[in-house]
């Protein structure tokens, strides 16, 4: 899968890696693309705002019983809600279920009140906002490449440190 932005294209997963040997590089047969290109995307900014997770900056979250300035002030929450917190898991999870009679129109059989097949277990962290399938991350590589070319897309700074780039 390629991604185009502003005037880059990103093809993720065709690259081979270099292979380091004694042969002269140009030696060494290119590796044939398939017999169809591979799909490109173009990402636009609204995209890549939503794809890439802002992090604000230490000094700009909200901190309890300080002003803008700094000054001590009396907290916004006058009562103390502390307790809830222990309510509020800290990973939500649930269950991808298959149900291969719905899927098809079949009629189950009598006795068989839940058919459906678990795929798999999704978690979401509410503390990070990320999730998990089957207790693995789903952040793979090609994410993490297409997360880095929309934080450069949205800085309006060339690749590379060039000029920046005219706004949308």
Do not use: K
């Not at 380091?20 to 173009?42: K, L, N, T």
């Not at 939500?92 to 129109?105: A, M, N, S, W």
């Amino acid at each position: 899968m390629g991604v185009a932005l502003a005037g880059f294209v990103f093809v993720l997963g065709l690259a081979p890696p270099l292979v380091a040997s004694g042969r002269d590089a140009a030696a060494q047969a290119p590796e044939p693309w398939p017999e169809e290109p591979p799909p490109v995307v173009a990402v636009d900014a609204a995209t890549c705002r939503q794809l890439v997770r802002h992090v604000p900056d230490p000094d700009v979250t909200y901190q309890p019983g300080v002003d803008v300035r700094g000054r001590t002030v009396a907290p916004a929450d006058l009562q103390d809600y502390s307790g809830f917190d222990a309510m509020i898991p800290d990973t939500v999870t649930f269950h991808i279920v298959l149900d291969p009679f719905e899927r098809t129109g079949v009629v189950p059989p009598q006795g068989i009140e839940s058919p459906g097949t678990v795929l798999g277990t999704v978690g979401y962290d509410l503390n990070r906002g990320t999730f998990t399938v089957n207790g693995r991350p789903l952040t793979t590589g090609e994410q993490d490449t297409l997360a880095r070319a929309c934080v450069t897309r949205l800085s309006g700074v060339a690749p590379g440190g060039g000029p920046e780039r005219p706004p949308e």
